[in-house]
């Protein structure tokens, strides 16, 4: 089964909420590409944030990829190019047995970046908002395709069911700002990986910060939990560090790591990201003084080193 938990893993402020939650979702005009099907067989009651007790009329059978709303939630609703926190439970369809699940802790939630491509077990995440619990049900070779190692079958059915814990854009998507002279020059591909051009000219001794694009969202607190991409270049135009080569945004805690016992970033970093918006594109050049003490770099930051770092601020947990 550990073929399945790894599939599972690799696609992977939450707010647990009931199923009991009352309100009601903003109108919407997206459609789920999949049918409900046999997928509205399944019921799976109980709290969003915990495993729920999953169940349906045995033997489930389903010959193609089905969807259904166990509850919908008020949250973020789900778009091409979003990052999505989830927890999730994988059901046999012929006897209810788990085959996997993940941890269901608060906090260490999978997290899968939907880009509409065909993946089943993510494009199933489509048009749905933050608080939901849907059911996806279908063969394994649907869902997960070839599966090794396992006493699975390709044919076999199986029903995953998710909670759908919390909901970023891929990218900032705040109104432009102007720019301050002598600082880096920064682009964006259409993903929103940034590029960086750095001025033939030294690096500057003091802390700079600069906000590109802003957002419109919570301002970010000293402490806070920020989900965000970044790129981190060295004066001198070499990339030592990003979030967008793995296509995983980080959990950065925004308090300076020197006096919080290790937890945080450097300080130069942390006072970037307070006091901004999220949604906000923010470049911050962070001289020697305000980065990493002496003898505690990675390897890629040689001592004395002038860093530069594009952040796309997308949420905070």
Known sequence: MRSIARVVAVLSTAVVVSVGLVGCAPASSCESAFPEGSAALVTAPGALGSKP????????VS??????????GVGREVTKG?????????????????????????????????????????????CH??????????TVSDIFGPVSGTDLIPTDTVAVV??????????????????????????????????IAVPN????????????????????SEGQ?????????????????????ADQPANLVAQDFTTNDG?????GFAQALIGQTVGSRVIVVIPPAQGYPIGQAPPSIPVGSTMIFVIDILGVQ
Request: proline letters at 6%.
């Open 162 to 195: 998710f909670d759908v814990v919390a909901v970023y854009p891929g990218q900032s998507s705040g109104a432009p700002q102007f720019g301050q002279d002598g600082m880096p020059a920064v682009t964006s591909d259409p993903s929103g990986r940034p590029g």
């Open 53 to 60: 007790t999953v169940d349906f009329p045995l033997p489930l």
């Open 263 to 267: 937890v945080g970033v450097v300080p």
């Open 63 to 72: 010959r193609a990829a089905a969807v259904a709303v166990i509850h919908e």
């Open 82 to 126: 979003d990052y999505v926190d989830f927890d999730a439970v994988v059901i046999h369809g012929e006897d209810l047995t788990e085959l996997t699940a993940t941890s269901y802790t608060r906090g260490e939630t999978e997290r899968a970046h939907v880009l509409n491509d065909g993946r089943v077990l993510t494009d199933a995440l489509l």
């Open 225 to 245: 939990t920020v989900v965000a991409h970044y790129t981190g270049v060295l004066w001198g135009a070499t990339v030592f560090d990003s979030t967008w080569e």
């Open 201 to 220: 000219a030294d690096a500057p001794t003091e802390l700079r910060i600069a906000t590109l694009t802003k957002g419109d969202g919570a301002v970010i």
């Open 129 to 138: 908002r933050a608080g939901s619990r849907i059911a996806l049900t279908g």
